[in-house]
C-alpha cells in the first residue's frame, strides 16, 4: 500500500513539473466588460490594471487553470465623471472591495478549440460560480521576442444581482447580466 502511495505521489510531481505558466502581454490584451443600459444599447468599459496567468501542462490548453484579477479602481468607461460614480458606494464600492479574481476550477472541450471553462468569481464582496466561454486561437512564435505566445478569446456573463452590484439600478436602468468580454495574448514563462 505505500508503495502504491508513493508511485501516485511520483506520477502527480512528475505531471506538476511538466505544467508551463503563460503570462498575459498587457499590451496586446483587455479585460472588460458590457451592461446593457435602459434596454437600448450595450455600454462597455474595461479594467486598466489586471493580471492574468493560465497554468497548462498540454499544448492544446485542455488542462488549463486560468487565474485573473483585476483592480475595481481602474475600471474605465472613457468618462472619468461616470468612472468615479462606477467606483463609488452606489456601485462597485472600490475602496471598500478593491479587488476582483477570477480562478477556474474545472474545463472541458466542446470543439476543436472551444473550452467551457468553470470557475470561482470573487467580486463585490461575493463569490460565486461563473461559466466562461474560451477559444483558443492558436500558439505561434513572437518573430520579436523569440517567445511562444497563445492568444485567447474569453466571454461569459454574470448577474449583478448574485454579486449585490448596483442594488439601487433597476433591470430598467442597468439590465442585471453583465458581459464578461477579454481578448488576450500570453507568453510562456
Do not use: C
Amino acid at each position: 500500500m505505500k508503495r502504491i502511495a508513493v508511485v501516485a505521489a511520483g506520477l502527480l510531481m512528475s505531471v506538476a513539473s511538466f505544467a508551463q505558466t503563460w503570462s498575459v502581454d498587457k499590451g496586446h490584451s483587455r479585460l472588460g466588460f458590457g451592461i446593457t443600459h435602459m434596454g437600448i444599447s450595450l455600454f462597455e468599459g474595461n479594467f486598466k490594471s489586471y493580471d492574468a496567468t493560465i497554468t497548462s501542462s498540454k499544448e492544446d490548453f485542455s488542462d488549463a487553470v486560468f487565474e485573473v484579477s483585476a483592480d475595481v479602481a481602474s475600471i474605465n468607461t472613457d468618462n472619468e465623471r461616470r468612472d468615479g460614480h462606477v467606483k463609488s458606494a452606489d456601485m462597485l464600492d472600490a475602496e471598500k472591495f478593491p479587488k476582483l479574481t477570477f480562478k477556474s476550477t474545472s474545463i472541458s472541450k466542446v470543439a476543436d478549440k472551444k473550452y467551457k471553462v468553470v470557475g470561482d468569481l470573487t467580486f463585490h464582496g461575493v463569490t460565486k460560480p461563473v461559466t466562461l466561454e474560451v477559444v483558443y486561437n492558436a500558439t505561434i512564435t513572437n518573430p520579436q521576442s523569440k517567445k511562444q505566445i497563445a492568444g485567447f478569446r474569453i466571454t461569459g456573463s454574470f448577474k449583478r444581482s448574485d454579486f449585490g452590484i448596483a442594488p439601487g439600478f433597476n433591470t430598467s436602468m442597468l439590465s442585471d447580466d453583465v458581459q464578461l468580454l477579454a481578448n488576450g495574448e500570453f507568453a510562456k514563462n
